[in-house]
């Protein structure tokens, strides 16, 4: 099972700190195993992050903040990046991509144990077509005597190689002391330098439901392009949009308003693309057409959002076009296909008309307050054990499993760790969730509990 370390401060946007006078954004890749989560860690100074035993796990890619002798920046964790791999790697591999365009310089990588592979090679070529400056860092080389087996990284054609040990901190501030002074010299071009005291949003939801219909209703006048990326078709644009008196950053709206999942072969594209608006943002608008049937793809969408941990609004757009025979069969779609998320909030409206897109605002604040919601150890604690003392876990060949101590791990969404002494059924778990939701309020927000035995 998981292992969660505490992140209190990790990511914290309600710390008096913002994100607006930061140099620009740098990003850690390479190929799995390298050490790049160890290295983010070293340094974020242990604040942060997810430890995961599970090779090829799909980490949330996030954007922390960080110093560095006076520097601050923003820091981006991607994926593990395997070249030329298929199904679920390549997706990653491609995200991981974006996500170096969507930074200003990158830190490179690679196993100084392991020596150059060709997968390294692969992506250097890809980091070169996007021609954001690279430093390259030898990592594990763990000890002074090892320091001569970077040399070999000449041949990258990159430059210096950095001998570095992520894990016992050699090397890392020199790295850092190049790393930042190529991102400070670099041309900005990162859709994250955003002004980050707003929330972020994505509009996710299949072709044709109305995503750009709710955008320029929404924006009206009122909007302001964030950032613009020339000579690509690739990057975001994002955009401040005023929602009944506040303002939240709307997620790579170019993508939407570019129409590029009408074009051929887009299927795979546009669900990329909703991944990586996804990744980005805090809260995601999944948008239904409810004048025509829920369609896998639709329920596809809806999952993508739920799995990448994000704080939900279901937007059930069209609802002009509906008469009372339509009303009733989206009621009977809601107590079936929509229970995975009867947790959400739901909102019908009309982007084309406008009617009730004034319920939104309140919708999505409730979901990121949930989003971001602790509940402390000790009343966790008081409340599981009051329910298991009412509700036990039944037998299992004759032992009770029971809950020893659980924690909330993090938040953003809410995560909790429950240690028990024996396995957990499914039924019981989905009690336990159940039961967290009733008692402490997670609308809008899904919530993940790791079990973890203690044999
Ligand atoms: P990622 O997949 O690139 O994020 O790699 P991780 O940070 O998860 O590290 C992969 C493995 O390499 C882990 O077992 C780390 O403990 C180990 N590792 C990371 N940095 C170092 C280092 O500097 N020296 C040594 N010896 N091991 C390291
Ligand atoms: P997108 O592909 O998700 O961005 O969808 P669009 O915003 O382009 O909308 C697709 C079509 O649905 C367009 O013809 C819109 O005019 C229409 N549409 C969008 N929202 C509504 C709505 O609330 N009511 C009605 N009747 N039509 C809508």
Same mark, same amino acid.
């Given at each position: 099972?998981?292992? #969660?370390?505490? +992140?209190?401060?990790?990511?914290?946007?309600?710390?008096?700190?913002?994100?607006?006078?930061?140099?620009?954004? &740098?990003?850690? !890749?390479?190929?799995?195993?390298?050490?790049?989560?160890?290295?983010?860690?070293?340094? =974020?100074?242990?604040?942060?992050?997810?430890?995961?035993?599970?090779?090829?796990?799909?980490?949330?890619?996030?954007?922390? *903040?960080?110093?560095?002798?006076?520097?601050?920046?923003?820091?981006? +964790?991607?994926?593990?990046?395997?070249?030329?791999?298929?199904?679920?790697?390549?997706?990653?591999?491609?995200?991981?991509?974006?996500?170096?365009?969507?930074?200003?310089?990158?830190? /490179?990588?690679?196993?100084?144990?392991?020596?150059?592979?060709?997968?390294?090679?692969?992506?250097?070529?890809?980091?070169?077509?996007?021609?954001?400056?690279?430093?390259?860092?030898?990592?594990?080389?763990?000890?002074?005597?090892?320091?001569?087996?970077?040399?070999?990284?000449?041949?990258?054609?990159?430059? *210096?190689? #950095?001998?570095?040990?992520?894990?016992?901190?050699?090397?890392?501030?020199?790295? &850092?002391?190049?790393? &930042?002074?190529?991102?400070?010299? $670099?041309?900005?071009?990162?859709?994250?330098?955003?002004?980050?005291?707003?929330?972020?949003?994505?509009? !996710?939801?299949?072709?044709?439901?109305?995503?750009?219909?709710?955008?320029?209703? /929404?924006?009206?006048?009122?909007? $302001? !392009?964030?950032?613009?990326?020339?000579?690509?078709?690739?990057?975001?644009?994002?955009?401040?949009?005023?929602?009944?008196?506040?303002?939240?950053?709307?997620?790579?709206?170019?993508?939407?308003?570019?129409?590029?999942?009408?074009?051929?072969?887009?299927? #795979?594209?546009?669900?990329?693309?909703?991944?990586?608006? &996804?990744?980005?943002?805090? =809260?995601?608008?999944?948008?239904?057409?409810?004048?025509?049937?829920?369609?896998?793809?639709?329920?596809?969408?809806?999952?993508?959002?739920?799995?990448?941990?994000? $704080?939900?609004?279901?937007?059930?757009?069209?609802?002009?076009?509906?008469?009372?025979?339509?009303?009733?069969?989206?009621?009977?779609?809601?107590?079936?296909?929509?229970?995975?998320?009867?947790?959400?909030?739901?909102?019908? /409206?009309?982007?084309?008309?406008?009617?009730?897109?004034?319920?939104?605002?309140?919708?999505? *604040?409730? $979901?990121?307050?949930?989003?971001?919601?602790?509940?402390?150890?000790?009343?966790?604690?008081?409340?599981?054990?009051?329910?298991?003392?009412?509700?036990?876990?039944?037998?299992?060949?004759?032992?009770?499993?029971?809950?020893? %101590?659980?924690?909330?791990?993090?938040?953003?969404?809410?995560? %909790?760790?429950?240690?028990?002494?024996? %396995?957990?059924?499914?039924? #019981?778990?989905?009690?336990?969730?159940?039961?967290?939701?009733?008692?402490?309020? %997670?609308?809008?927000?899904?919530?993940?509990?790791?079990?973890?035995?203690?044999?």
């Amino acid at each position: 099972d998981e292992l #969660y370390l505490d +992140d209190t401060n990790f990511n914290d946007r309600t710390s008096d700190e913002d994100s607006d006078n930061t140099v620009g954004v &740098l990003a850690i !890749v390479g190929r799995p195993n390298v050490g790049k989560s160890t290295l983010v860690n070293r340094i =974020l100074g242990r604040r942060a992050a997810i430890v995961e035993d599970t090779p090829g796990v799909t980490r949330d890619r996030v954007s922390y *903040e960080a110093e560095w002798a006076g520097t601050r920046f923003q820091l981006v +964790d991607t994926g593990g990046w395997e070249a030329d791999v298929e199904g679920i790697d390549s997706a990653i591999a491609s995200q991981a991509q974006i996500a170096v365009q969507l930074a200003d310089a990158v830190i /490179l990588v690679v196993d100084g144990a392991v020596g150059l592979t060709a997968s390294d090679e692969r992506i250097v070529s890809m980091l070169r077509a996007t021609g954001k400056p690279v430093t390259v860092a030898v990592n594990k080389l763990d000890t002074q005597m090892l320091e001569y087996e970077a040399a070999e990284f000449w041949s990258l054609g990159l430059g *210096e190689p #950095y001998p570095i040990s992520a894990m016992h901190g050699r090397g890392v501030g020199d790295l &850092l002391d190049i790393a &930042l002074e190529k991102l400070t010299k $670099a041309e900005k071009t990162s859709g994250f330098l955003a002004p980050s005291h707003l929330r972020r949003v994505a509009l !996710v939801g299949k072709p044709n439901v109305g995503k750009s219909s709710l955008l320029n209703q /929404l924006s009206g006048e009122n909007r $302001a !392009v964030v950032s613009d990326i020339a000579g690509t078709t690739r990057d975001p644009v994002d955009e401040v949009i005023n929602v009944d008196g506040q303002e939240w950053l709307f997620i790579d709206t170019a993508g939407i308003k570019r129409r590029l999942h009408k074009q051929s072969g887009a299927d #795979y594209y546009s669900s990329l693309r909703t991944q990586a608006a &996804l990744e980005r943002s805090e =809260l995601a608008l999944v948008l239904f057409d409810v004048s025509v049937p829920i369609s896998d793809q639709d329920l596809r969408v809806m999952s993508q959002a739920v799995d990448a941990g994000r $704080a939900i609004v279901l937007v059930f757009n069209k609802w002009d076009l509906l008469d009372e025979f339509g009303r009733q069969r989206i009621e009977r779609l809601w107590q079936t296909e929509f229970n995975r998320v009867t947790w959400a909030q739901r909102v019908n /409206l009309s982007a084309k008309t406008g009617w009730h897109t004034n319920r939104l605002k309140e919708a999505m *604040e409730t $979901a990121l307050e949930n989003w971001d919601k602790r509940i402390s150890t000790g009343k966790l604690n008081s409340f599981l054990g009051q329910l298991q003392a009412a509700h036990p876990h039944p037998l299992r060949g004759g032992k009770q499993p029971r809950i020893l %101590f659980a924690t909330q791990a993090s938040s953003r969404p809410p995560r %909790f760790v429950i240690f028990t002494t024996g %396995f957990i059924d499914h039924t #019981y778990r989905r009690f336990i969730e159940r039961s967290l939701r009733d008692e402490f309020g %997670f609308e809008g927000t899904p919530i993940q509990i790791s079990i973890n035995v203690r044999e």
